[in-house]
C-alpha cells in the first residue's frame, strides 16, 4: 500500500488535505463552516471528515464522521472514562479503520475522466476535537495524519483566537502551542488569527516579523504589570519580577526560526472575509509539502518499513499479554467506516461479540487464530480483525 500511496502522492492534480486544529471556542467550527461554504459556493465542494466524537452539533454535513463508527459515550460508559479519555479511546478505535478511510477518499478523489458532469474534489477538510493534545500527542491522532498525509498533500491550519492573544504572554503560549504542533506532526502550517472582526491580527503579524515590536509591546505589558503574580501584583512597585518579561524575551528569538516556517492569515470566520488569502496559503503550503515534506516522509516511511518486522512481534507479544491479562472491558465495537456517497451500506460489526472468543474461558480468545489473523492483518491482508472487540479490548489495556 506504501508504494501505491507514494506514487499517488506525487500526482499533480490531488486534492489538498486541510486539518483543522484549535483550542476549544477558538472558533474552530465556525471557521470549518465557513470554508465549506466558501468551497461550495464555487461548486467545488470539499470532502469532510469529522474526527471529533463528542461534537453534539455540527453547522455542516461530513461525508465520514466517526461518530458514524464510534458511539463516544457507549465508550465513556463501558471503559468507565472521562470525557478526554472517552474521546481518546474513541480515536484510538477509530484509527484501526484507517484503511477504510484512506480506501474511500481515494476512491472519492479519483479523477473520473469518462464522467464529464463529475467535479473533482480539490479539497479534504478534516475537522478535529477541540482537545488538541488528545489529537496531536496520541498515537492515534499521528496515525490518522501520517496516514493522509502519505496518499495527500496535507496541510495544518491551526485556528487562534486572536481577542484572547493579544497579550504578550497569551500571545507567545499560542506560539509555543504552535511550535509544538508543528514538530510533532512534522507537516506545513498555517496560523490562521480567527476573530478578526473583534481584534485585527495586524499586531501578532508585526509580532512575528519585527523583534523591536514584541520587545517595545513586552516592556508596555511589564509597565502595565500585565503579568501580575505574586512579586509583582502585591509589592505597590507596579510591575512583574522581570522573570516573565525576559523568558518571554528569550522566547521570541527563539522562536524567529519557527516563524519562518509559518503563513499567517487574519480571518473573520463569523463574516467571511480573509478566505481567499487563506485558500492562497494553502495552495503555497500544499507546493511546500510536495518540495519539502513528501521526500522527508518517504524517507521516515522506509526507515519504518526497516523496522517493522521487529516492532511486529514485539506489538504481537504485548497484545497477547495484554490480553491475557483478564480485562473485563466491555463490548464496545467500531462499526465500518462507510460515507454519505457509498452506494450500498456496508456490514457493521456488531455481530462480533463475545463469541467471537468462544465459550471456553480457558480459551484464552483463541490465541492462535487471533494471532494469526492479527499477522494476516498486519500484512494488510485482512483489516477486519482490528474493528473486532479483541482489539478493542487490546487497545484498552494498552491505554
Ligand atoms: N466575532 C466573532 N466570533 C466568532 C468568530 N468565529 C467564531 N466566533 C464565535 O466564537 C464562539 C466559538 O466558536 P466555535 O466555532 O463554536 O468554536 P470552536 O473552536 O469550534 O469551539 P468548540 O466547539 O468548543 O471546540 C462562537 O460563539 C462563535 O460565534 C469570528 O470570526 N468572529
Not at 500571545?171 to 478578526?196: D, E, G, H, R, W
Not at 512481534?313 to 497477547?320: A, H, S, V, Y
Not at 468462544?358 to 491482508?381: F, H, I, S, T, V
Request: charged share 25%.
Amino acid at each position: 500500500m506504501a508504494s501505491t500511496s507514494a506514487s499517488s502522492a506525487a500526482k499533480a492534480d490531488q486534492p489538498v488535505a486541510i486539518v483543522c486544529v484549535g483550542m476549544a471556542g477558538s472558533g474552530k467550527t465556525t471557521f470549518m463552516q465557513q470554508i465549506n461554504a466558501h468551497l461550495h459556493g464555487k461548486k467545488e465542494p470539499p470532502y469532510v471528515i469529522n474526527l471529533d466524537p463528542a461534537v453534539t452539533h455540527s453547522p455542516f454535513e461530513s461525508n465520514i464522521d466517526i461518530r458514524d463508527s464510534v458511539n463516544y459515550k457507549e465508550v465513556m460508559k463501558q471503559y468507565n472514562l472521562g470525557p478526554n479519555g472517552g474521546i481518546l479511546t474513541s480515536l484510538n478505535l477509530f484509527a484501526t479503520k484507517v484503511d477504510q478511510v484512506l480506501g474511500l477518499l481515494e476512491k472519492r478523489t479519483a479523477p473520473k475522466p469518462d464522467d464529464p458532469t463529475h467535479t473533482p474534489i480539490k479539497h479534504i477538510l478534516v475537522d478535529t476535537p477541540g482537545q488538541i493534545e488528545v489529537f496531536v500527542w496520541s498515537a492515534s491522532g499521528q496515525i490518522l495524519l501520517e496516514s493522509l498525509a502519505s496518499s495527500f498533500p496535507t496541510v495544518i491550519a491551526y485556528i487562534i483566537d486572536t481577542p484572547r492573544t493579544s497579550s504578550t504572554s497569551t500571545f507567545m503560549s499560542n506560539m509555543l502551542y504552535a511550535c509544538s504542533i508543528l514538530y510533532k506532526t512534522k507537516l506545513p502550517m498555517i496560523l490562521v488569527f480567527n476573530k478578526s472582526d473583534v481584534k485585527d491580527p495586524a499586531f501578532a503579524k508585526e509580532w512575528m516579523t519585527d523583534y523591536d515590536a514584541f520587545q517595545a509591546a513586552l516592556q508596555e505589558d511589564e509597565t502595565n504589570n500585565a503579568f501580575g503574580g505574586a512579586e509583582g501584583s502585591g509589592d505597590g512597585m507596579g510591575s512583574g519580577s522581570g522573570y516573565m518579561g525576559s523568558l518571554l524575551n528569550s522566547m521570541s528569538l527563539m522562536l524567529e526560526e519557527f516563524y519562518a516556517h509559518l503563513n499567517v492569515v487574519g480571518v473573520s470566520s463569523l463574516y467571511g472575509t480573509g478566505i481567499d488569502e487563506f485558500f492562497a496559503a494553502v495552495q503555497e503550503k500544499a507546493e511546500e509539502f510536495k518540495r519539502d515534506y513528501q521526500p522527508e516522509l518517504e524517507r521516515r516511511r522506509e526507515e519504518r518499513e526497516e523496522n517493522k518486522k521487529k516492532a511486529r512481534e514485539r506489538e504481537l507479544n504485548k497484545m497477547m499479554k495484554g490480553m491475557s491479562m483478564g480485562d473485563a472491558a466491555g463490548d464496545v465495537t467500531v462499526g465500518d467506516v462507510n460515507d454519505k456517497e457509498a452506494p450500498e451500506p456496508l456490514s457493521t460489526d456488531e455481530e462480533s461479540s463475545d463469541e467471537e472468543y468462544g465459550d471456553d474461558p480457558n480459551d484464552e480468545y483463541d490465541r492462535e487464530g487471533l494471532q494469526a489473523r492479527y499477522a494476516a492483518a498486519m500484512q494488510g491482508e485482512d483489516d477486519s480483525v482490528l474493528a473486532d472487540a479483541s482489539f478493542a479490548k487490546y487497545l484498552h489495556s494498552q491505554r
